[in-house]
């Protein structure tokens, strides 16, 4: 339950930031061009807000909706989601939205999607001044990776070494790798000390997003943190720092101890007795171990990745950070886009979550470098979804307003009126299938 409410406050935290520099996008863009914004929300309000100011000698309510889904700036004048039909058919004013050229409207409307990319380029440029860059390089785990069993089946094996795609160099592993994977024709990898590769069929994200786990992840040394008191480990001589490089004279990780761990567990018997082979100060030697019929070693390994695995890091002045946080901010944009071709698959709309997948991208405890480079990558998802050429999104008034540059014709307000009832229909329904995927997979 804790952890629900760490995520939550996280969630809630994240969103009201995006939203409020969103709208606030829109609001400065409105005022620079005496555009009359009669109202500000945070959140939505259907029937009730939970808060609202105005103050003296102001055209605009500042208030915070009790409904956590976005938010909103009315401006005056203008076709929105608030459907204030009975304005429109008042005497068009010289400070409404509608009065003004078509050049100011359309930056007005992509006001907010631009402050949620500026905010998105500040954030990770403070997250690399305050942080810095580091990352695990790919060509260099000692052990290579683990693979999911559609990566197997295409002809990847556990502990490959990943060296390129269609011979460009992978570096570290995100979702720029994968997609350079899943692009490929042929991935080389370093097997057995020798390059090799893997082709790539069509359809291995189709694959990948049905299996619904990883793709891959690092071979991590089995190294003793501490030993249980009293267990096999420590009766058989094992110390805390070991690292356990064999098991019965076969090279082993982590992760394939675990395996061969739950596999003997499914074995009759009351116990079982295995060679581990350690190296300690240098010095390799190999140690019986006798445990019983649930394969109970007694071993606490170390986790952190900083002590098992290359790491590079790279540290940035303040005035380095902004364009190095531009790069960054402009790779995730292009990466993102990249992958959004995948959401109209089949498997891919079965991946669309809602509030509960968004939430549980923040991590479980507290941890402030997490929180802003998840809330920098929800800045930029917030601005490509919305520049999105759909009806009741800023990108469907961006269109219109294109037309409108283009032919010298504006459309009418009853075609704006019927668009914006259709885009919010699609909305709405995309809304709902994202949150039924998220309680499918909450209960199955």
């Known amino acids: 339950m804790e952890t629900f409410f760490i995520r939550a406050l996280q969630l809630v935290m994240s969103l009201s930031l995006l939203v409020i520099i969103h709208e606030a996008g829109h609001f400065l863009f409105a005022r620079l061009f005496k555009t009359r914004v009669e109202k500000f929300c945070l959140f939505f309000d259907p029937w009730f807000t ?7 000698h102001s055209e605009t309510e500042y208030a915070v909706g009790w409904l956590p889904l976005g938010g909103y700036v009315k401006i005056a004048g203008m076709i929105d989601e608030s459907m204030d039909l009975e304005q429109m058919k008042q005497p068009m004013q010289p400070w409404e939205f509608r009065a003004k050229p078509a050049w100011q409207r359309l930056l007005i409307m992509v006001g907010g999607v631009l402050f949620n990319f500026l905010l998105a ?21 000692p052990l290579g990776m683990d693979f999911n069993e559609s990566a197997k089946a295409v002809g990847f094996r556990n502990g490959d070494i990943l060296l390129s795609a269609d011979g460009q160099p992978l570096t570290r592993m995100n979702s720029d790798m994968l997609t350079a994977i899943v692009d490929a024709r042929q991935v080389t990898v370093l097997r057995d000390g020798q390059e090799a590769s893997v082709y790539i069929p069509e359809d291995m994200m189709d694959k990948l997003l049905a299996d619904g786990t990883q793709f891959t992840q690092f071979r991590y040394p089995f190294v003793a943190d501490s030993l249980e008191a009293g267990g096999a480990a420590i009766r058989a001589g094992l110390q805390r720092g070991d690292s356990i490089t064999q098991l019965d004279g076969r090279n082993i990780s982590f992760s394939d101890f675990n395996r061969e761990k739950l596999r003997r567990r499914g074995e009759a018997g009351a116990s079982h007795a295995m060679l581990l082979t350690y190296v300690r100060a240098g010095v390799t030697d190999t140690v019986t171990v006798h445990t019983d019929s649930l394969f109970n070693v007694g071993i606490y390994p170390v986790t952190l990745t900083s002590r098992l695995l290359p790491v590079i890091h790279t540290r940035y002045g303040f005035f380095a950070s902004f364009p190095a946080g531009i790069k960054l901010g402009v790779e995730t944009l292009a990466g993102y886009v990249t992958q ?11 991946q669309l979550g809602g509030f509960g997948t968004i939430g549980s991208i923040f991590p479980a405890t507290w941890d402030w470098h997490q929180f802003w480079y998840m809330t920098a990558f929800l800045s930029i998802i917030l601005a490509f979804m919305n520049i999105l050429p759909i009806p009741a999104l800023d990108g469907g008034h961006v269109l219109f307003l294109i037309y409108e540059l283009i032919t010298r014709r504006k459309p009418s307000d009853k075609f704006m009126e019927r668009a914006q009832i259709v885009g919010m229909a699609l909305l709405i329904a995309l809304l709902v299938w994202a949150n039924f995927n998220d309680i499918l997979r909450f209960f199955f």
């Open 50 to 56: 939970l808060f609202k100011w105005k103050p003296r």
């Open 121 to 141: 380029l500040f954030i990770y440029s403070m997250i690399l001044f305050a942080w810095g860059d580091s990352y695990v390089p790919v060509r260099q785990v």
């Open 340 to 350: 959004m071709k995948y959401v109209f698959s089949k498997e891919g709309a079965k």
